[in-house]
């Protein structure tokens, strides 16, 4: 008899073993001076918060966003016949996907940017992401805990309910969502990277945004520039190469306070 797992578990489980998977290539690729966007000295002397606290930051959110998803899971249930219909269309599973991602970005872009105009909020609890000025992979979810449960775990949630899709679509979805955020934060401009071709919302467009002239811009996370376009907090830049090795996002525009 063998020993079977089951959607929801995988569900739950399988974006925190993608996260650490994935960051943990980005860390051994981190010595590439060539293709960061900052330099390792700058990673180490400009971020505000150990790597020791980050790592617990980023355990804590996922030990919550592990209970919300069971949780989610447990009460909506799925009728197998139903899930088993709806998983062998493939159209089914493109709209469940595009659905789900202009649900999570709609509802991170616009949490995200009311943390950023509220002082309070950003004081007491976005601050915290931001003292990573120079991001790295396994940074990506390192967020206050009220912050964690917000945008991700609420967002994520939204997400799977909106789109009518299933634990085992779930898998799938949000081990994808989990892969471009950590890219996001990697620091890295690597040759080939498909990310970087597909999505106008990439490493270099996310490390405009943590730094300081770009903190009211480049709010769009984690798959489209949509909602920055539209209502006026799209960042345009260069990326730029430097003389001391590696590339810098510029921005091609004045910055101004809103």
Known sequence: MGFAISD????????????????????????????????????????????????????????????????????????????????????V?????????????????FMHRYMHHSKFLYKHIHSQHHRLVVPYAFGALYNHPLEGLLLDTIGGALSFLLSGMTPRSSIFFFSFATIKT???????????????????NNTAYHDVHHQLYGSKYNFSQPFFVVWDRILGTYMPYSLEKRTSGGFEARPTKDCKDD
């Open 8 to 91: 929801e578990l995988l569900g739950t489980v399988a974006p925190i073993v993608v996260y650490w998977v994935y960051s943990g290539i980005y860390v051994l690729l981190g010595s590439f001076e060539n293709y960061r966007l900052h330099s390792k000295k700058d990673e180490d002397e400009k971020n505000l918060v150990s790597k020791g606290t980050v790592v617990k930051g980023v355990l804590l959110q996922q030990t919550i966003q592990s209970i919300v998803a069971i949780l989610l899971f447990t009460v909506t249930g799925n009728d197998d016949v139903a899930a088993t219909g709806s998983q062998s269309s493939l159209l």
């Open 93 to 109: 599973l493109a709209r469940q996907f595009i659905t789900a991602m202009l649900v999570l970005d709609t509802w991170q872009y």
């Open 182 to 200: 950590v890219d996001d934060h990697c620091g890295l401009w690597l040759p080939g990277n498909l990310f970087h071709v597909f999505f106008q």
